[in-house]
């Protein structure tokens, strides 16, 4: 440092401290404003980043709870879909149930109609046959008691004495 010192010389000083002033007033008029300008530009650059950035998270956050909203509606329109669907399978199983048995009872009413008209059927049959065969019997019968004198002038009695006392 002392060389430094010694050595000083105060022309070379000067032509340095002119070339200095120099190079400071051309890199100002030159080189300065383009530069700070770019500096600005890019400050103002990168805030218009961070607010259109700031303003992305904020639509981020409303579309988020947005999205929320609606799969909450979806979800309760679902469930709603969902329970009219039940109510109306259980109608439709309640009224399948009723149509049943009232179709069944219906089956049992004819039913119960054919019985009772082949019964009525069987019963008239059934007295036509004995009829029929009563006729049958008392003709033989009346055959053989009219085919003797005696039985016959018997036979007309008693039915004249029946008729009498009635």
Known sequence: MEKLINDFSFGLFFWQFIILLVVVFVLGKFAWKPIVNALEAREAG???????AENAKREMAN???DNEKLLAEARAERDALLKEAREIKEQMI???KVEAEAHGEKLIAQAKAVIESEKAAAVIDLKNQVSSISIEIAERLLKDQLANKEAQSKL???????VKLN
């Open 156 to 162: 007309v009695e008693k039915m004249l004495d029946e």
């Open 94 to 96: 309640a009224d399948a």
């Open 46 to 52: 990168i805030t218009d980043a961070l607010a259109a």
């Open 63 to 65: 579309l988020k709870a």
